[in-house]
């Protein structure tokens, strides 16, 4: 399994990276999620996976004995998914806005920091 | 003694606060600060007559070897008397010369910010230090000629001047780097011991190179000399103050201090030689041919430079005493004629020698300074001059067989000096006096005492040598020469060859003054020559590397987003790519892989399915569900493996995400491809190398051995310390709490970013 979520992790920066070199700046979002999603895979898998053992600990333990799964990476990739949230609402409604405004979707098109009046 | 040093600098901070006080009857003040030092610095004359030396050391940066580490000696202490010396007159001087000046405070400020750094450069034993002093006396130096800053020659003469001096203080430092690496020490006294060794290694040569570009540009050396006449456009008091005793002797400074270390090659004698000479004839040829008294000035101290750095390269005992006299003497007269040309200049408002004269009769004192320092200038007995020229041809005579020919050069260029001297010094004093300067009267006393009492010592110190043999030049000259016999400077020296010359050269010069009318008809023929002068050839380069700088910035720096990332990436991935190529050990171990089910294949491929279907879609829309769908499966695939935590965060921010996009679909624009085919491909085929380079990378990491001290901390402390079953969640409310504070203040802020930019209307430029 771990070879082909390398495959994944892989196919998931590549297509990150080709849709930020889009002139679109829609397309510049998803390229953005593409490659968040990317690292939070990589985290996790360089985290190894281990299958149906999650780091809670037992009703009668007191600590995690067996093998378990990682904690660590899950908790940075719990703040990494939020955060990106944060950052791609924000960046949606940026582009939306400046569309309305710019009147146009081409990053090339973007190069000037003022409003332009009719 | 660092107090000393600083002095200046702390002046200079404070100046934009007293600015009311020395705009006033403040200014009288400010002179104390370098008599002052002058007087300090004084107080050593003793000590160091009778061969003593001095040192001071304070750390600075003591683990790279840098330290404000001084060392007073002959050399040191006659500029320190110089800079101190000179620099209490021409303080005292800009008092009436500026007064009332706008931007007097800003003046003294610089002033004394320069002097400051002329006292380090010439004090430091640190090579480093020496170095970042040098700099500053550039910066400042650019301050102070770009003064009247609302004239555009003005500015452009200041930046000429800092670009020229500020290049060569480059190749300074990488000269003073490699040389501290050779001998293993940044303290030059270290560095003298280890003398023959340095001149024995195979780096020598770029050493003495990049000492000399560094020393030539500051002493206005053939050909980078045209930033000085340039730098003409500075108040007088700058032009005194730079060009006779401090600025642009800082290199021959350097020459004489590195003379014991690195001199006595045939690379550093033959150099100095030819660029000295060249130099000196050039510079006395072109001062004749000029007509403003202080362009007269201005190449005149080229030649004086060149005649200096000549003597130094000569390199024989007899050569370096008369360089160490000579500096003594050229400061003496120079100063003295500088500030007659100012004062001529405030007073009549013309500095053309054409239309000046017979100013003796109005400026009596004035005159009598500027005749004493022609004279001194023209070497005529008993001045200090005088003793200055014998000492010149003794030493060029003495030197085996081009004998002649230096001596021949030296009278060619003494003669054209003297020429100059009574040009700047006789001419506009002599004569009748016209009628609209009949009106003139004499300056404040501060304007004229000054350079009364600079021509005075050059008699003073002609008449009775003896009062600077033993104190100064000794010193100096043992500064330079280690173990060499004892000086004695005398002014007659009975009737021999020297003598002769001397005598030949001061007729030449008074037969040339009478023949040779200063017209403005053969200044301008030299102008012909503008096409092919350094200076011309110096902008040509300077266009040419702005033009070439703004190229590279637009290359680099084009404000493309996607050229940027291309860059990066692919500067990234070649590095990468050859390090793989290089030989990776690429082992995966498949018994340590999870086995794979065929839930786990076709959630993979549905994976893989949809990101492609992202990618290539053509609507926007279709595009936004695939990406819906590729989070969900990776919930899916963290919910497989151990990590419910995360599977139910993806699952609701996905969702979120998706509506999100979908509410505002319609309001973003057409999903469109602005690029062309073959950009699609280039990205294509960087994004898959990139790619495949972190699946690579990541197996790499998959084969290495992991560290879970981290991950068995929270594992077993979960519960114990924090009374928490669910390990993920232990570690962000609990362990990492204040993370997680923060993270949700990042999200609030991004909300109120949404909120407002929903909610936020611009008049006139959209109607929803």
Same mark, same amino acid.
């Given at each position: 399994m771990e070879l082909i979520l390398v495959v994944i992790i892989g196919l998931l920066y590549a297509s990150g990276i080709y849709m930020m070199l889009r002139r679109s700046m829609v397309k510049l979002i998803i390229g953005l999620i593409l490659l968040g999603n990317g690292a939070n895979m990589l985290i996790f898998l360089l985290g190894r996976i281990v299958k149906g053992k999650p780091p809670i600990i037992d009703s009668t333990a007191k600590m995690l004995t067996e093998i378990y799964a990682d904690p660590v990476p899950q908790a940075l990739i719990l703040t990494a998914i939020v955060i990106s949230f944060g950052l791609q609402s924000f960046a949606i409604i940026l582009v939306k806005r400046a569309y309305k405004i710019t009147q146009t979707d081409d990053l090339d098109e973007l190069n000037t920091t003022d409003e332009i009046y009719e | 003694m660092i107090l000393a040093i600083l002095s200046g600098f702390v002046l200079a901070g404070c100046t934009p606060f007293i600015s009311k006080f020395i705009k006033g009857?403040?200014? #009288? !003040? !400010?002179p104390i600060l370098p008599f002052g030092l002058f007087v300090y610095f004084f107080s050593f004359l003793k000590e160091i007559g009778e061969g003593q030396t001095f040192r001071f050391n304070y750390d600075w940066v003591p683990s790279y070897g840098i330290n404000f580490g001084f060392h007073l000696d002959g050399l040191a202490i006659l500029f320190a008397l110089l800079i101190t010396g000179v620099g209490t007159l021409v303080f005292t001087y800009t008092t009436s010369y #500026?007064?009332? %000046? %706008?931007y007097l405070d800003r003046f003294y400020g610089y002033l004394s910010m320069f002097m400051a750094s002329m006292l380090g450069l010439v004090l430091s034993d640190n090579i480093i230090t020496l170095f970042i002093f040098w700099e500053l006396t550039s910066i400042s130096s650019f301050f102070l000629i770009g003064?009247?800053?609302?004239?555009p020659k003005s500015r452009k003469s200041a930046l000429l001047a800092l670009s020229i001096t500020g290049l060569g203080g480059l190749f300074l430092l990488a000269g003073m780097v490699l040389l501290g690496y050779i001998g293993g020490s940044y303290q030059f006294q270290e560095l003298l011991s280890q003398s023959t060794f340095i001149k024995e290694h195979t780096s020598y040569g770029w050493i003495v190179g990049l000492i000399f570009i560094g020393a030539f540009t500051k002493s206005a050396q053939f050909p980078f000399h045209f930033w000085l006449p340039g730098a003409m456009k500075a108040p007088t008091p700058v032009s005194t103050y730079l060009h006779s005793a401090t600025m642009v002797k800082a290199g021959i400074y350097l020459l004489a201090r590195f003379t014991p270390l690195l001199g006595g090659s045939a690379e550093w004698n033959t150099t100095l030689i030819l660029v000295g000479s060249i130099t000196m004839v050039y510079a006395a040829i072109h001062s004749v041919l000029r007509i403003d008294m202080k362009g007269i000035l201005a190449y005149s101290t080229i030649s004086a430079l060149g005649i200096l750095v000549f003597l130094i390269g000569l390199g024989t005992e007899a050569s370096l005493l008369a360089a160490g006299v000579f500096i003594l003497v050229h400061a003496l007269y120079k100063a003295t004629l500088f500030l007659i040309t100012g004062i001529v200049d405030h007073e009549t408002g013309t500095r053309d020698v054409t239309v000046l004269s017979g100013l003796s009769k109005v400026l009596m004192p004035v005159a009598i300074a500027a005749g004493l320092a022609a004279l001194s200038n023209a070497g005529a007995p008993p001045f200090f001059g005088f003793i200055g020229k014998d000492l010149i041809y003794e030493a060029t005579l003495a030197y085996g067989d081009w004998a002649m020919v230096l001596t021949i050069a030296a009278v060619v260029t003494n003669v054209c000096l003297l020429f100059a001297g009574l040009l700047a010094g006789v001419k506009p004093f002599v004569g009748s006096l016209p009628s609209n300067f009949t009106s003139l009267h004499l300056p404040h006393p501060t304007m004229w005492i000054p350079p009364l009492i600079l021509a005075g010592l050059g008699l003073v110190f002609g008449l009775f040598p003896s009062l600077v043999e033993g104190l100064i030049v000794q010193p100096v000259f043992s500064s330079m020469v280690i173990d060499g016999a004892p000086v004695h400077i005398k002014l007659w020296h009975g009737f021999n060859l020297v003598l002769g010359l001397s005598l030949l050269t001061l007729t030449l010069g008074v037969i040339l003054y009478m023949i040779v009318k200063p017209s403005s008809s053969l200044f301008s023929k030299t102008l012909k020559f503008e096409m092919i002068a350094p200076q011309t050839l110096f902008e040509i380069f300077g266009k040419f590397f702005n033009a070439f700088a703004r190229f590279w910035t637009g290359l680099f720096q084009n404000g493309y987003l996607r050229n940027y990332v291309i860059t990066i990436l692919g500067f990234l991935t070649i590095l990468l790519a050859y390090r793989l190529y290089q030989g990776v050990n690429l082992y995966i171990d498949t018994k340590q892989l999870t086995a794979l089910t065929i839930y786990e294949v076709i959630v993979a491929l549905m994976m893989i399915v949809a990101i492609v279907f992202t990618v290539f879609s053509r609507s926007r829309l279709v595009a936004v569900a695939s990406l819906g769908v590729m989070g969900y499966t990776i919930c899916l695939i963290f919910l497989f493996y151990s990590a419910p935590d995360l599977a139910m965060t993806q699952f609701s921010i996905d969702t979120l995400t998706v509506i999100l996009f979908v509410l505002v679909i319609y309001n973003l624009? &057409?999903? &469109?491809?602005? $690029? $062309?085919k073959a950009v699609r491909i280039r990205d294509g085929i960087l994004s898959v190398f990139f790619g495949s380079l972190i699946a690579i990378l990541t197996l790499e990491v998959l084969s290495e051995p992991l560290n879970r001290e981290t991950s068995i901390f929270y594992a077993e402390s979960a519960y114990l310390l924090a009374k928490g079953k669910n390990v993920v969640n232990v570690i962000l409310v609990d362990f990492r709490g204040f993370d997680t504070m923060v993270e949700i203040t990042v999200l609030v802020i991004a909300a109120i970013g949404v909120f407002s930019l929903l909610k936020l209307r611009l008049k006139s430029i959209e109607k929803e």
């Open positions: - | 009857k403040g200014s #009288l !003040l !400010l #500026l007064k009332g %000046h %706008h003064f009247n800053n609302d004239d624009p &057409k999903y &469109k491809n602005f $690029s $062309s």
